[in-house]
């Protein structure tokens, strides 16, 4: 059994992590979820989340977007839509995104088409200002 995981962070637009880490923790579809060395092989798929992970005692935050996390061997590979350091979100840009975004859900429906557009925007608002707090200053 390694001692460490291979982490592998891809979006489509560039590769965002590619590290050794001690252990995983991320937002999946039924719930949050931790990973590490010597797990056994899954496939799950990310909602609107904070991915996390500690590298030597020091743990690092990411926002990140819809996507699969897939565990084999002592490889973890990332595919998502969008991810975020903690350290490269524009707290105050997310805070007006999560303001526009209530203000939008305030007026609808959930009937309404628009509806579920606003409540991911909202969501995804609102953990981009969690994991922004949680950079190191």
């Known amino acids: 059994m390694a001692e460490k995981l291979k982490v592998e ?3 489509p637009y560039r590769k965002v992590l590619s590290e050794e880490a001690d252990e995983i923790t991320a937002t999946g579809a ?11 092989p899954f496939l799950t798929s990310l909602k609107i989340g904070e991915l996390s992970y500690k ?7 990411l926002a990140v977007n819809w996507g699969y996390f897939e565990v084999e061997g002592d490889k973890v590979t990332v595919l998502v ?22 203000t939008q859900l305030k007026s609808l ?18 953990i981009r200002v ?4 949680k950079a190191k200053l």
């Open 9 to 11: 962070l891809v979006t």
């Open 30 to 40: 039924l719930g949050e979820f931790g990973v590490l060395p010597g797990h056994a």
């Open 55 to 61: 590298q030597n005692g020091q743990v690092h935050h």
């Open 81 to 102: 839509e969008t991810a975020e350091r903690a350290d490269e979100i524009d707290l105050e840009r997310a805070k007006a995104a999560l303001g526009r975004a209530e």
């Open 130 to 133: 969690q994991v922004a707090g």
């Open 109 to 126: 429906t959930p009937e309404d088409h628009n509806f579920r557009v606003y409540e991911a925007a909202l969501e995804r608002a609102l």
